[in-house]
Structures are given as structure tokens and as C-alpha cells.
């Protein structure tokens, strides 16, 4: 009888203890403690989701598309498809100035309602952010020496970079579902930072830097009250070989939610081959880093400029991707004829209607393990 009284409250015990490392297990939570009920909800989700396939993602992709410009309900993908993307990509370049569209012309009024739309349906939000140069007021790509280092506490730009976070925050909170609740947003900041073509980038900053820039950004947004965001690290293709170049600038487990990189194919042969190289070799890194810290991860933004391979979708991007687990593929804007590039040339990296490689989009959508809009809205991602 004695025995029995011993062993029955330590069996229970035994039970509760299983219980709880398997809630842990199961149930990631983000970086924001402070994380809004739907926010929670979609960075579980998205565990469960990637067992399935991943998502396509489409940057700008109710905006504007080839040959077109602000047309309800439109996306290229949709014209191809039937369907929407699952997640659509957002920049708030220019937010910093308060103007009232993106650095690609895209009115952020707009660009709200959009965001409510894929909410309301169900899809994903992602918003990357081409923020100027605070330091010499010229655009992202201006990569002086020195830039990050006047932003952090104590630079002489200090001051001014928290009221662009301000106008950031501002706009931010404003983004609302038709349930009133605030819309989650992937958020990726400070993105393809092993290049060297962004202020923030790694030939002017040093991993502390830029450790403190990301952690100083995510508590200024907490402390403005923004609970909306999952934490996207991101990197560029180039110079990452190994998981240590993967990691190096990594702020750390409690600041990341999602782990992911950029790499975008640049012509035929030999391109191709670097193309599929890179990317298995980052995908495998970027899989194992996610599993061993209990993050997501995905490619945040690729592409093939104006698709001229017929078969890309399923003979190479699909290839690249193989089996890893990502939660999802982006690829660029459709801009069309663009330019802002010398000499002008067209400018977009989804297919639409006519585009040569429609038809293996078409294989790439049916086939079962990618996830678009139709497929995530029944997924019921922010309950
Ligand atoms: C680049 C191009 C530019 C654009 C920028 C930010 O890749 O698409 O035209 O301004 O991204 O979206």
C-alpha cells in the first residue's frame, strides 16, 4: 500500500513531465514575447504547414504585373493559375519619408488594403524594406563606411533613424483584418547583407554591428507596441558557402524567427549550374540550421529574370528546392519594361498569361507539395 501511494503521484508526475517537453517541442514560439494571439498562430501553423510543401510567394503581386497596373483582384499568378500566391511580397522603401508610395511607385494606402485582402483570405504578408541611407540621404544601395555604426546609440544619426522606426511603427500598427485584429507581417529586415550593395551590408559592418542594429530594431518596434511581426533573418547568396558564413552575422535565437536567403539566377550553362549549385548547397545549411535552433526558413526572394527557360519552374527551381522543408519561394516583382535599368530591359521573375514558361507553371502549381492561396486559406493559419 505504501509502495503504491509512492509510485501512483510519481507515475503522474512522470506523465505532466512528457506533457510539457512535448508542448515545447510541438509549439515554437516567436521572438516577441509579446506576439498577438494570430501572430502565434501563424508561426506554429507554419511548422505544421511545412510538412506538406512550401508556399509560392509573388513580391508586389497585386499591385501591378506585366503589362498591367492597379487592376482590382489581378495578380499574373492568378491568370496563369486560377489561384493567388500564398504569400505576397511588400516593401516599405520610402516609409521613411513619410511619401505616399514605395520606392517602386506602389501607394502605401493601397498596399494596406492589399494586405487586408490576403489576411481576410488567409495568405501570408511579407515586407522587406529598402530603407534610405541615413546617414548621406541617398537610397539603400549607397554603402559608405560607416552608415550603421551613425545609427546605433550614440551615432550622429541616431535620432533621426528612430523617427524613420517611428514612421515604420506607425504604419505598422495601422494594419488591420477585417477582424479588427492587427495583420501578422514575416518581416525581414536588413536583408542580403553578405553582399555588398546595401548600407547595412558585411564589407561596412561588422557582425556586432549588425547584431546590435537588428536587436536595437526589434525592441523599438516592441516598445512602439508592434506584436505583429515574425523575425526574418536573411541572407544573399554570395558569400555564403558554409554554415559558418551562413551564421556569422546571426543575432541570435531570441531575436530570429525565420531563417532564410536570396539567390536569383542569371543566365543559361555554366549560370544555371551556379545557380542550382548555390541554392542546394544554402537550402541544405539553411534546413539544418532551422531544425537544430527550431526555426523556420525559406527562400526569401529568387527568380530568373524574365524566365526565358520554358522548363524553369519545374527543371530547375523545383530541382534546387528537392526535398528540404521550407516554408516558402518568392520570387520578384513583374514589373515589365523597366528603366531604371541602363540599357531598359523587361524586368520580372513570375510567369503570366503567354509568358514562355506558362505551361510548367502550370505543372509546378498542380504539383501537391506547393502551396497556393486556395491551398493555405483552408489551412486556417491565424486560428
Ligand atoms: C530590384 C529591382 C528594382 C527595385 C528594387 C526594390 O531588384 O526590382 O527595380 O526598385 O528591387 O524593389
Known sequence: MKNLLLIIPAFLMLLSCKGTSQTTALAPMPADKKATKETVALYQNLFRLKEKGYMFGHQDALAYGVEWKYEEGRSDVKDVTGDYPAVYGWDFGRIENKESKDLDGVPFDKMREWMKQVYDRGGINTVSWHVNNPLSGKDAWDNPPGTVASVLP????????????????EYLLTLKGSDGKPIPILYRP???????????????????????????????????????????????????????????YYPGDEWVDMVSFDVYQGGEGEKREKFLKETKNIVAIMDKVAREHNKLCAIAETGYEAVPDAKWWTGTLAEAI?????????????????????????????????????????????????LFQSDVTKEKLYR
Request: proline residues 2%.
Open 322 to 370: 528537392g526535398n528540404h522543408k521550407i516554408s516558402y519561394v518568392l520570387v520578384w516583382r513583374n514589373h515589365g519594361w523597366n528603366d531604371w535599368f541602363k540599357p531598359a530591359k523587361m524586368h520580372y521573375y513570375g510567369p503570366y498569361k503567354g509568358q514562355v514558361s506558362e505551361k510548367d507553371f502550370i505543372e509546378f502549381y498542380n504539383r501537391k507539395n506547393t
Open 190 to 248: 536588413y536583408h542580403e547583407f553578405t553582399g555588398d550593395w546595401f548600407w547595412w551590408c558585411k564589407n561596412t559592418t561588422t557582425p556586432q554591428q549588425f547584431r546590435e542594429l537588428w536587436v536595437f530594431t526589434v525592441k523599438y518596434f516592441q516598445g512602439k507596441g508592434v506584436h505583429n511581426l515574425i523575425y526574418v533573418y536573411n541572407t544573399s547568396n554570395e558569400n555564403v558557402a558554409t554554415e559558418a558564413n551562413f551564421m556569422e
Open 154 to 169: 550614440g551615432g550622429s544619426q541616431h535620432e533621426k533613424y528612430k523617427g524613420w522606426l517611428d514612421n515604420a511603427a
